[in-house]
C-alpha cells in the first residue's frame, strides 16, 4: 500500500488559497463592521462595557480583544471597558459543576451586564448552546447583542441584534476572518478616539 507523500510547501500554499478565498469576500461584511463600530462607540461613550465569550480557539480570541481594549492597540489611550468572560477559572469550573456548562456564560452575563452594555458572542458555528443562551440574555437584560459566526449563522443569527455571519464552512478561516474584525475595530475606535480628543 502506497502512501502519498506529504508535500510541505504544497499543503502551505493550499492554507494560504483557502485564507485568500475567505478574505476575498470580507468587503461584504463591511456594512456589519461598521454597525459594530457605532454600537462599541455609543456602548463605550455611555459609560457601558464590552463583555466576550466563547469557547476554544473563540475563548483565545475573545481574551486577546478584551486585552486590545483595556491595554491599547497601538495608539496610547486610556482602558475601554472590556472584559472576557472566559477568564475566571473558578467560575468556569464551579457553575458547570454546580450547575451546567451550557449556562456558564448566561450566568455571568445575568450577573455582570447592563442596559448599554455590549455582550459580543463568537461561535464558528452559531451552535454553541452556552453563546446562544449568553446572548438571549444579553437581549432580557437590555444590553446589545452580537454575534460573530461562520458556515450559515446557525441559531445564532436568529438570537443576536447583530450578526456578522463569515460564508466559510472551515473553523480556522472563519476565525482568521474574526481575528481581522476585532483588530480592525480597534484600529477604528483608536481612531475615533484620537479625532475626539
Known amino acids: 500500500m502506497s502512501q502519498e507523500t506529504f508535500k510541505p510547501a504544497e499543503s502551505f500554499q493550499a492554507a494560504l488559497d483557502r485564507h485568500h478565498a475567505t478574505f476575498a469576500r470580507m468587503h461584504d461584511y463591511l456594512p456589519q463592521a461598521e454597525q459594530l463600530l457605532a454600537l462599541t462607540r455609543e456602548c ?13 480557539g473563540s475563548a483565545a480570541d475573545c481574551q486577546h480583544l478584551a486585552a486590545e481594549f ?20 473558578s ?10 456548562f451550557e449556562t456558564v456564560f ?52 436568529d438570537i443576536a441584534r447583530l450578526s456578522i455571519i463569515i460564508a466559510c464552512d472551515e473553523t480556522a478561516r472563519i476565525q482568521e476572518a474574526h481575528m481581522f474584525i476585532g483588530h480592525w475595530l480597534c484600529e477604528a475606535l483608536d481612531a475615533a478616539l484620537a479625532q475626539e480628543a
Open 44 to 56: 463605550l461613550a455611555s459609560g457601558g462595557k464590552v463583555l466576550w465569550l466563547g469557547n476554544g
Open 70 to 89: 483595556m491595554v491599547r492597540y497601538k495608539r496610547e489611550r486610556g482602558p475601554l471597558s472590556s472584559i472576557a468572560l472566559t477568564t475566571d477559572t
Open 91 to 100: 467560575i468556569l469550573t464551579a457553575h458547570p459543576n454546580d450547575y451546567a
Open 106 to 157: 448566561e450566568r455571568q452575563v445575568r450577573g455582570l451586564a447592563r442596559p448599554g452594555d455590549l455582550v459580543i458572542g463568537l461561535t464558528t458555528s452559531g451552535q454553541s448552546e452556552n453563546v446562544n443562551l449568553a446572548l438571549a440574555a444579553a437581549n432580557d437584560v437590555g444590553a446589545t447583542s452580537v454575534a460573530l459566526t461562520g458556515r450559515d449563522g446557525g441559531k445564532v443569527k
